[in-house]
Protein backbone atom coordinates (compact mmCIF):
# COMPACT_ATOMS: atom_id res chain seq x y z
CA UNK A 1 0.00 0.00 0.00
CA UNK A 2 1.34 3.64 -0.59
CA UNK A 3 0.67 4.70 2.47
CA UNK A 4 3.32 2.69 4.03
CA UNK A 5 5.98 4.32 1.46
CA UNK A 6 4.73 7.87 2.87
CA UNK A 7 4.65 7.53 6.39
CA UNK A 8 8.38 6.21 5.70
CA UNK A 9 9.11 9.36 3.65
CA UNK A 10 8.18 11.24 6.65
CA UNK A 11 10.15 9.08 9.37
CA UNK A 12 13.53 9.22 7.13
CA UNK A 13 13.18 13.09 6.97
CA UNK A 14 12.63 13.41 10.96
CA UNK A 15 15.84 10.81 11.00
CA UNK A 16 17.30 13.28 9.06
CA UNK A 17 16.64 16.65 10.62
CA UNK A 18 17.53 14.68 14.48
CA UNK A 19 20.68 13.76 12.96
CA UNK A 20 22.66 16.93 13.73
CA UNK A 21 21.42 17.29 17.11
CA UNK A 22 22.54 13.70 17.72
CA UNK A 23 26.15 14.67 15.86
CA UNK A 24 26.24 17.97 18.36
CA UNK A 25 27.78 17.57 21.83
CA UNK A 26 26.77 20.59 22.89
CA UNK A 27 23.35 20.16 21.95
CA UNK A 28 21.17 20.05 25.06
CA UNK A 29 17.72 19.03 24.92
CA UNK A 30 15.63 18.86 27.80
CA UNK A 31 14.25 14.95 28.66
CA UNK A 32 10.72 16.27 28.80
CA UNK A 33 11.02 16.88 25.13
CA UNK A 34 13.21 13.55 24.40
CA UNK A 35 11.75 10.80 26.48
CA UNK A 36 7.69 11.40 25.10
CA UNK A 37 9.09 11.50 21.43
CA UNK A 38 11.05 8.15 22.15
CA UNK A 39 7.67 6.67 23.53
CA UNK A 40 5.86 8.34 21.02
CA UNK A 41 7.93 6.73 17.97
CA UNK A 42 8.20 3.04 19.75
CA UNK A 43 4.09 3.17 20.20
CA UNK A 44 3.58 4.18 16.42
CA UNK A 45 6.74 1.54 14.97
CA UNK A 46 4.33 -1.19 17.02
CA UNK A 47 1.11 -0.52 15.66
CA UNK A 48 2.23 0.13 12.15
CA UNK A 49 3.84 -3.28 12.64
CA UNK A 50 0.31 -4.95 13.65
CA UNK A 51 -1.36 -3.52 10.63
CA UNK A 52 1.19 -4.70 8.35
CA UNK A 53 2.71 -1.44 7.12
CA UNK A 54 6.74 -2.81 7.30
CA UNK A 55 8.31 0.02 6.26
CA UNK A 56 6.27 2.50 8.08
CA UNK A 57 7.18 0.48 10.87
CA UNK A 58 10.88 0.16 10.56
CA UNK A 59 10.66 4.28 10.10
CA UNK A 60 9.36 5.01 13.06
CA UNK A 61 11.36 2.37 14.96
CA UNK A 62 14.47 4.65 13.25
CA UNK A 63 12.95 7.99 14.83
CA UNK A 64 12.43 5.97 18.20
CA UNK A 65 15.54 5.19 17.97
CA UNK A 66 17.28 8.76 17.41
CA UNK A 67 14.81 10.57 20.20
CA UNK A 68 16.52 7.86 22.55
CA UNK A 69 20.33 8.57 21.65
CA UNK A 70 19.19 12.06 22.02
CA UNK A 71 17.64 11.55 25.72
CA UNK A 72 20.68 9.43 26.54
CA UNK A 73 23.59 11.73 25.18
CA UNK A 74 22.11 15.30 24.69
CA UNK A 75 19.82 15.82 27.94
CA UNK A 76 21.34 18.09 30.38
CA UNK A 77 22.47 17.18 33.86
CA UNK A 78 24.52 14.69 35.67
CA UNK A 79 24.68 11.33 33.76
CA UNK A 80 24.45 10.14 30.43
CA UNK A 81 23.60 7.18 28.71
CA UNK A 82 20.72 5.03 29.54
CA UNK A 83 20.39 5.81 33.22
CA UNK A 84 19.35 9.72 32.02
CA UNK A 85 15.83 7.70 31.17
CA UNK A 86 15.90 5.80 34.17
CA UNK A 87 16.68 9.28 36.24
CA UNK A 88 13.82 11.36 34.49
CA UNK A 89 10.87 7.82 34.95
CA UNK A 90 11.90 7.71 38.55
CA UNK A 91 11.59 11.44 38.91
CA UNK A 92 7.95 11.52 36.91
CA UNK A 93 6.12 10.62 40.51
CA UNK A 94 7.05 13.79 42.16
CA UNK A 95 6.66 15.48 39.33
CA UNK A 96 3.15 14.57 39.26
CA UNK A 97 2.33 15.61 42.91
CA UNK A 98 3.83 18.97 42.28
CA UNK A 99 1.74 19.87 39.14
CA UNK A 100 -1.13 18.33 40.99
CA UNK A 101 -0.03 20.60 44.53
CA UNK A 102 0.12 23.34 42.06
CA UNK A 103 -3.39 23.30 40.67
CA UNK A 104 -4.49 22.91 43.87
CA UNK A 105 -2.86 25.86 45.21
CA UNK A 106 -0.90 24.55 47.80
CA UNK A 107 2.54 23.99 46.12
CA UNK A 108 5.78 25.67 45.89
CA UNK A 109 4.67 28.18 43.22
CA UNK A 110 1.37 28.96 44.62
CA UNK A 111 1.09 32.52 45.81
CA UNK A 112 -1.09 34.48 47.91
CA UNK A 113 -2.91 37.55 46.46
CA UNK A 114 -1.05 39.59 48.38
CA UNK A 115 2.41 38.86 47.06
CA UNK A 116 0.83 38.67 43.31
CA UNK A 117 -0.52 42.47 44.17
CA UNK A 118 3.06 43.26 44.71
CA UNK A 119 4.26 42.32 41.34
Given at each position: ???????????????????????????????????????????????????????????A???????????????????????T???????????????????????????????????
Amino acid sequence: MWQDFVFLAGSVLSITFLAPTVRDPTAQVPLGSSVPSMTVGAVYSFTYATMGMTFSAAGALGVATMWSLIACYRSPGPVSGPQTIARFVASLPGRARESVADVLGSGPSATTEAEQAAD
